[in-house]
Each structure stands twice: as C-alpha cells, then as structure tokens.
C-alpha cells in the first residue's frame, strides 16, 4: 500500500477500495449480510486501530479480510451456543415487573442531567468513592461532590413530588 504521508488519507483510500469487496466475501461465507457488514466494519476499525502496522502488510486487505471472517465465525458460534443454551435450558425464569418504588426512583433518576446522573450513579450503584469516579471520569473531585449534593436534592424532590401525587 503506498503511503503518501497521511495516515488518515491512505486509510480512507483503503477503506472504499476494499470494503465492499471484504462485505460480499463474508457475505458469501456466511449468508447473513448484517453479519458480513458487521464485521466487516468491525474489522477495518481493527485496521485503522494498527494501521500504521497494517499498511506495511505486502496485503493489508487479506489482513482485513481474515479478521472479518474470524469475527463471523465466533459471532455465528456465539449465536449458535446462545441457541444451544436456550433449547437446553429454556427461556429464564420469569421476571416480575419492577414495583412501583422502583419506577419512582428511575423516574426521578432520568430528571437528573447527565453528569449528575452519571455521578449518583457510579456513587450509590457502582459503589465508587468520588476519588475512585473522579479518576474514572476525568472529573475533578470537588465536581463529582457538588454533583452528588445536587444529585441527592434533585432526588428527595422528585420523590417527594412523586409521593404527595400518588399518596
């Protein structure tokens, strides 16, 4: 593959000379076309992940087209075991549905923006100290606590609004 200098370039000129090539092979493997284009384009994102390794391929398209079929097969053995599965051991056991509680608190929960949502719960859910949820999103403690405060107000409001509706 001949680099003229730009990665992105070099890959974009890969990508719409190769892929619908690399979609009608795994298309004509598998029979299923959403497969095929599935990992197809799961496999060009491996592509570009490595492309400056990939480019230096003497073929970076069998490259390509390899991974697209490996991914195929384990999706079809994946699929193939999940049906197994569910012939030998039946469709799970029944799930109630949630009670009213439940639904009261992930009402209140979506009336939250999204970063204080995203802080409450990775606080109360995922059991995460704020140093631990700072580091993991990249947000400065002293944010993730205003966020938790606000979060717990926006919260006892909600539910308490819920309550006086249907109390």
């Known amino acids: 593959m001949a680099a003229n200098g730009?990665?992105?370039?070099?890959?974009?000129e890969f990508y719409r000379a190769t892929a619908?090539?690399?979609i009608?092979?795994?298309y004509a493997a598998t029979g299923d076309l959403t497969l095929a284009q599935d990992s197809t384009q799961e496999a060009f994102s491996r592509a570009w992940q490595r492309w400056s390794?990939?480019?230096?391929?003497?073929?970076?398209?069998?490259?390509?087209?390899t991974v697209a079929r490996r991914l195929a097969i384990s999706s079809w053995r994946k699929t193939t075991n999940q049906r197994s599965?569910?012939?030998?051991?039946?469709?799970?056991?029944?799930?109630?549905?949630?009670?009213?509680?439940?639904?009261?608190?992930?009402?209140?929960?979506r009336t939250l923006s999204a970063p204080v949502r995203e802080s409450v719960a990775l606080h109360y859910i995922a059991d995460l100290s704020i140093d631990q949820i700072?580091?993991?999103?990249g947000t400065p403690a002293g944010t993730i606590k205003a966020r938790l405060h606000r979060g717990r107000a926006q919260l006892a409001s909600a539910l308490t609004s819920e309550e006086s509706r249907h109390g």
């Open 53 to 65: 390794a990939v480019s230096t391929y003497d073929d970076p398209r069998a490259w390509v087209r």
């Open 24 to 26: 009608h092979l795994v």
């Open 20 to 22: 619908t090539s690399v």
């Open 134 to 137: 700072a580091a993991e999103t």
């Open 85 to 109: 599965a569910h012939l030998r051991h039946g469709p799970g056991a029944e799930v109630p549905p949630p009670d009213e509680n439940r639904v009261a608190v992930i009402e209140a929960l």
């Open 6 to 12: 730009r990665p992105e370039q070099d890959f974009e």
